[in-house]
């Protein structure tokens, strides 16, 4: 068995809090140049263009220098470049920082901003906001929340402690409590416990509950209700995919705004930002594995279809 090698430090700057795209070439292969590896492997850049970058000189080696058209291929060789990233539509609602020292960065996210990059959202996002923002290039995320979710995300500054932080939500020794909006349903008996096992396959949007051992347990409690709505607190135990918004969906008082649960909905278009999902990370407490400083942390934001709910109607 080959051995992994840590990679070198990337040779290129972030651009925009956007980490360089790192390659590396197999050990085993055919290819008399790296381009045409590249060429093979990045098929979805589009005709001519790894050969435009090359020319271009913006692929470059672990040193930083640029990889020549005709290099030849070599098992193991690390290349980075920039990929030029699809226009994105800009979230409108500002990201606030709720606590920052030496170690940590605790974000209070806005709905419709990505905690990381993934897929189509690169730069439309809480960690390439941030590092951009506080000059903190080595930022890293301790967990996420989901794209419609708002509240509060945990921000690690030195890579070598990110480990430590994410072990506590590993072992669930971070206390968290979400609100959520939902409607009110006098007959549901609450508090209570639900239990159940969710399974959330690679591809398809929406999770489910299935049959087997529960991995998936929140705590739901009604804080308040008026009229048709009411006011959910969600203390989760774990930590499944959309488990929030399953297990809500399955007591019958699926959350207001919901895309996924309890049917799937068309995409809405990406510039709507009407409607939010009406569920917020609003707090989050842990000891400090590295300060041994206890932390309690808690969203100023407000879920719409609540404080505001004739703002919320109109957004219909």
């Known amino acids: ?19 360089p795209v790192r390659v590396r070439l197999p050990f085993d292969g055919t290819w008399a140049t790296v381009r045409e590896h590249l060429v093979e492997r990045l098929t979805g850049a589009g005709p001519g263009v790894i050969e435009s970058m090359l020319a271009s000189g913006l692929i470059v080696d672990a040193g930083g220098r640029p990889v020549a058209p005709e290099a030849p291929y070599e098992p193991g060789m690390f290349v980075w470049f920039h990929r030029e990233l699809p226009p994105e539509v800009p979230v409108p609602f500002p990201l606030e920082v709720v606590h920052r020292d030496e170690h940590i960065v605790v974000a209070d996210k806005p709905h419709f901003l990505a905690t990381t990059p993934r897929g189509s959202h690169v730069a439309q996002t809480a960690l390439a906001r941030l590092r951009h923002g506080l000059d903190l ?12 979710t ?6 690690v500054v030195r890579p070598a402690e990110r480990g430590a932080y994410q072990t ?4 669930r020794q971070v206390r968290k409590e979400y609100e959520a909006v ?13 239990r159940s096992r969710i399974l959330k396959e690679r591809g398809v949007h929406a999770a489910r509950e299935v049959e087997g051992e529960p ?7 009604l804080a308040a209700h008026r009229a048709d709505l009411g006011l959910y607190r969600l203390t989760p135990e774990t930590g499944q ?6 297990h809500l969906s399955a007591l019958g008082v699926p959350i207001l705004g919901d895309p996924l649960y309890p049917r799937v909905l068309p995409p809405a278009p990406v510039d709507d930002f009407r409607r939010p999902l009406q569920l917020l990370a609003r707090k989050l407490e842990f000891t400090d594995p590295v300060t041994g400083v206890e932390h309690s942390f808690r969203s ?5 279809a609540w404080s505001s709910p004739e703002l919320w109607a109109a957004g219909q």
């Open 1 to 19: 068995m080959r051995r992994r090698t840590q990679p070198p430090p990337a040779p290129l700057p972030q651009r925009d809090g956007v980490d």
């Open 137 to 148: 290039p080595a930022l890293s995320a301790a967990h996420r929340l989901d794209r419609l």
């Open 215 to 221: 991995n998936a347990v929140t705590r739901v409690e």
């Open 241 to 246: 995919t959309h488990q929030l918004r399953v």
């Open 182 to 194: 939902a409607p009110y349903d006098p007959a549901l008996a609450l508090p209570a416990t639900v």
């Open 300 to 304: 100023a934001r407000t879920l719409e």
């Open 168 to 171: 506590l939500f590993r072992d």
């Open 150 to 155: 708002a509240g509060l995300v945990l921000f």
